[in-house]
Nanobody, 128 residues
């Protein structure tokens, strides 16, 4: 089991910044990737960024590329999402997720079905 917990969400004005954190419980097996998704009511969950431990590989959705930066902490148990130049359309519940089966490794986009472990989410609200 991998337990994930997000923090750092909140309310900010457009143009502002926030940093989300994801803390993972200690685990003994390999994590192929860790990712951030977001979801607004009535819409599908959108994969926006991923990091692949042990590699230099990252992924960003076009909607956040150039504004968001994903990184891993000094231990493999933490992950961050630095969000800058926030827009009202970034308003959503943000989730971190972990893939321990490798499905995300070969997929060119992030899809929820490749991730077996999820946090409870943290709300980000951007006002205009």
């Amino acid at each position: 089991q991998v337990q994930l917990e997000e923090s750092g969400g909140g309310s900010v004005q457009a143009g502002g910044s926030l940093r989300l954190s994801c803390a993972a419980s200690k685990y003994s097996y390999s994590v192929y990737s860790m990712a951030w998704f977001r979801q607004v009511p009535g819409k599908e969950r959108e994969g926006i960024a991923a990091i692949y431990p042990g590699t230099n590989r990252t992924y960003y959705a076009n909607s956040v590329k150039g504004r968001f930066t994903i990184s891993q902490g000094n231990t493999k148990n933490t992950m961050y999402l630095q969000m800058s130049s926030l827009k009202p359309e970034d308003t959503a519940m943000y989730y971190c997720a972990a893939d321990i089966n490798g499905g995300s490794w070969y997929n060119p986009v992030l899809v929820p079905r490749d991730f077996g472990y999820w946090g409870q989410g943290t709300q980000v609200t951007v006002s205009s």
